[in-house]
Each structure stands twice: as structure tokens, then as C-alpha cells.
């Protein structure tokens, strides 16, 4: 394996900067459509980026929502990045669609969802993934898979239908300050926009690769 040698020259699209709309999360949109319409393995995965105690960190999660002022997705708040957010803490969600050479990366906060939001995206999921969320009690220590499988199967025969949404577990929206759009040319001389919220709306400028 050479990890040196290894590159890909990519040069299906570029980024014409008069097609692009005024609302980054709108373009955004248009961009996921891309990739959903392309058939990309999880076009709704998103890396996102925390801080901990002064420490990154970084984990995979899928955006399960689309609000006018950002992008939601759901966990435990009592996790690692539940705590570390709060309502409000500072985050950052990358998208890559390696199929399409792009990406996509938000920079902002995460404000907590409503209940009654959370309530209705935990209504719509698979009952074994809502009996999951009761079952994990995320990003803390287990003895073993096994113990994990029987608190699982104590919470299936402890709920019927429907299953409730336990308090600890809920959405976060995504609001964000800055959105840059990534798209790879020829020669490593790609294209980079950059969206920056100001007083006025957004203000948009291009980036050196």
C-alpha cells in the first residue's frame, strides 16, 4: 500500500458562481438532490465535529431533517457530543459525495428541537432503532455486547405500541455561520466558495484550493 501515490484528478463538474443561489442551505439542498438523484450510498451522512474539554472530535451521523435556518439530526444527550453541545454549543457537519468529487461543510452552533419535533421524527422510526434508544446509554462504558443485548431485550418486552421517546434522547438543528462548497478540479486547483452570514444575509467570496 502506498498511500503517497495514491490520487484520483478529478474533473466531472466546477463550480459556476452565477448559478449559485443567494441562501447557502438552499444550494445546499440542491446539492443533496444531486447526490440523492446519483443513487450515493447515505447521501444524508455527515461527519460532524465537536469540541470536548478542549478536545476535537469527530464521528459519522445521518441529517434526519431540513429547517429554513439549518440542518437536524437526532442522538442522546446524554452522549459525548449531546454534552458537549448543550443547546448552542459550537459544531461543525462536513457531507462528502466522493461519487459527485464535492462537499459541503457547515460551521455554526446546534440548538436543541423542539419536543414536539423530536416526538414526531422518534414516531416515524423502525421500532428495533426506538428500542435502541432506550437500550444504549451512548458513550458510556458496557461490560459487553451481551449486557447490551439484554437491556435491549428487557426494553422490547418492557414497551408495546407505540414506543415512547425517552427524555434523554432528541434532536439538534444545525444553524450555521459560515457554509463552504468544495468541488474538486484538475490539477489539485479546486473550487471553493464560501458563504459567511453577516447583518444584511450572506456574503459569499471564493477561496484559493
Same mark, same amino acid.
Request: hydrophobic share 35%; aromatic share 10%.
Given at each position: 500500500m502506498d498511500l503517497a501515490r495514491m490520487r484520483l484528478d478529478y474533473s466531472e463538474h466546477?463550480?459556476?458562481?452565477?448559478?449559485?443561489?443567494?441562501?447557502?442551505?438552499?444550494?445546499?439542498?440542491?446539492?443533496?438532490?444531486?447526490?440523492?438523484d446519483a443513487q450515493l450510498d447515505e447521501p444524508n451522512a455527515m461527519v460532524i465535529a465537536?469540541?470536548?474539554d478542549g478536545q476535537p472530535r469527530? *464521528? $459519522?451521523? /445521518?441529517?434526519?431533517?431540513?429547517?429554513?435556518e439549518g440542518v437536524d439530526f437526532y442522538t442522546n444527550y446524554t452522549s459525548r457530543k449531546g454534552r458537549a453541545l448543550g443547546d448552542g454549543g459550537p459544531i461543525s457537519a462536513t457531507f462528502?459525495?466522493?461519487?459527485?468529487?464535492?462537499?459541503?461543510?457547515?460551521?455554526?452552533?446546534?440548538?436543541r428541537v423542539s419536543a414536539?419535533?423530536?416526538?414526531a421524527y422518534f414516531a416515524v422510526r423502525p421500532r428495533d432503532s426506538q428500542i435502541g434508544a432506550w437500550?444504549?446509554?451512548?458513550?458510556?462504558?458496557?461490560?459487553? *455486547? $451481551?449486557? /447490551?443485548?439484554?437491556?435491549?431485550a428487557e426494553f422490547s418486552s418492557r414497551f408495546g405500541h407505540p414506543v415512547p421517546r425517552p427524555p434523554h434522547w432528541g434532536g439538534f438543528r444545525i444553524i450555521p455561520?459560515?457554509?463552504?462548497?468544495?468541488?474538486?478540479?484538475?490539477?489539485?486547483?479546486?473550487?471553493?466558495?464560501?458563504?459567511?452570514?453577516?447583518?444584511?444575509?450572506?456574503t459569499r467570496t471564493r477561496l484559493a484550493p
Amino acid at each position: 500500500m502506498d498511500l503517497a501515490r495514491m490520487r484520483l484528478d478529478y474533473s466531472e463538474h466546477g463550480i459556476d458562481e452565477a448559478a449559485l443561489v443567494d441562501d447557502p442551505l438552499d444550494q445546499w439542498r440542491l446539492w443533496l438532490q444531486n447526490a440523492v438523484d446519483a443513487q450515493l450510498d447515505e447521501p444524508n451522512a455527515m461527519v460532524i465535529a465537536t469540541v470536548e474539554d478542549g478536545q476535537p472530535r469527530t *464521528r $459519522t451521523v /445521518l441529517a434526519k431533517g431540513i429547517a429554513p435556518e439549518g440542518v437536524d439530526f437526532y442522538t442522546n444527550y446524554t452522549s459525548r457530543k449531546g454534552r458537549a453541545l448543550g443547546d448552542g454549543g459550537p459544531i461543525s457537519a462536513t457531507f462528502v459525495w466522493l461519487g459527485l468529487e464535492r462537499q459541503v461543510t457547515l460551521v455554526g452552533r446546534a440548538a436543541r428541537v423542539s419536543a414536539e419535533e423530536s416526538d414526531a421524527y422518534f414516531a416515524v422510526r423502525p421500532r428495533d432503532s426506538q428500542i435502541g434508544a432506550w437500550a444504549s446509554e451512548q458513550s458510556s462504558e458496557i461490560p459487553s *455486547r $451481551t449486557a /447490551l443485548e439484554h437491556r435491549f431485550a428487557e426494553f422490547s418486552s418492557r414497551f408495546g405500541h407505540p414506543v415512547p421517546r425517552p427524555p434523554h434522547w432528541g434532536g439538534f438543528r444545525i444553524i450555521p455561520d459560515e457554509v463552504e462548497f468544495w468541488q474538486g478540479r484538475k490539477n489539485r486547483l479546486h473550487d471553493r466558495i464560501l458563504y459567511r452570514r453577516d447583518d444584511d444575509g450572506w456574503t459569499r467570496t471564493r477561496l484559493a484550493p
